[in-house]
């Protein structure tokens, strides 16, 4: 416990991976920001959720399999703005469906989802509101914050959209409570890039009740009994400015069945922040570490030991250069990467043993 303290602390000295991070609401996605949402369908190694407190996650493997691009624009203006009046944001999904939400200080949320969904043969208008709103995040958001809440989404379609022709209206409705926790933190490394994060736990127990509207009457056509229960996590960053999750488990049944994660993520300014290939070896070392990248960089090369104390620095230039060990003693140690302004560009932990 006390070596995962003094690494934690180290790492915040140089401001850089494995701190405790606090999220607030200038840290999330803003207009202007684009986010390319990649889903891995097979789960592997990256399906290890993980323990509480602090943690490192290795989720590299992950694949896509398929993609979803999300812009952030401001919701006036949207074809269906007249239908959450509240909302401040909008996330247009693949050019064509809407999300609505609502970022303050407190929090980000979802108002509501508008849009056209293709059915194959035809498409269908839809549009689900939640009232109250479906808080994605509660700020500030840090290691060991906790808080609930509880949503009803509603969708009305007619009758002849959904194959019954006898109704006027069916109405699906869902009631979910939500309890949130926020129980880890750490670092968390995906195919773009390895992030400081905290890691937000969440429950959902819903309740379904579906509604038919027939000669001016609603009647309860079906209604659950049972909570249906399912789990979330979601790993958030507010490193680089990606304010979006890094990446997101979702679980039922006691086994994880999909995975969601960040693949690209660019700012109004087009700039896109994505983490460098960097490989360290040999992992233990002990004369020497190896330093290679898959493109050419010009930066400094730090060592840092589990004290936080710098132990060496050097220049980096091109896509390879070595650190020699010699006076150094056994245990663990954090390589970074930064650029000539400062800035970080991948690091990296390793182990001297002789």
Known sequence: MKKSITLFMMVFMVTMGFAQIT??????????ATATQASDTTMRSSSIIGATGSQTWDFS????????SIEFIASAGTPYEASFPDANLAAVQDGSFYVYMLKDAEKLAILGTAGEVDLGIDTLDLNLTFDPADILIQFPATNGNSYSFSTRNKIQLSGGDLGFPTFDSVRLVSYTNSSVNIDAFGSVTTPLGTYDCIRLSQQNISFDTTDAKAFGMWINVDASDVGDTTYS???????NGLGFPIANLEVAGGAVVGATWLSEFTTSSREVFKSISMDVYPNPAAERINIATEESYDGIINIIDFNGKRVASQAYS?????????GFLNGQYLLTLQDKTGKLLGFKTFQIAR
Request: proline share 0%; glycine share 6%.
């Open 23 to 32: 999220i607030n609401s200038s840290d999330v996605v803003a207009i202007g």
């Open 61 to 68: 493997d992950l694949e896509t399999h398929t993609q979803t």
């Open 233 to 239: 996590y979601a790993w958030w960053t507010n490193q």
């Open 318 to 326: 091109g896509i390879f250069d070595t650190v020699e060990l010699n």
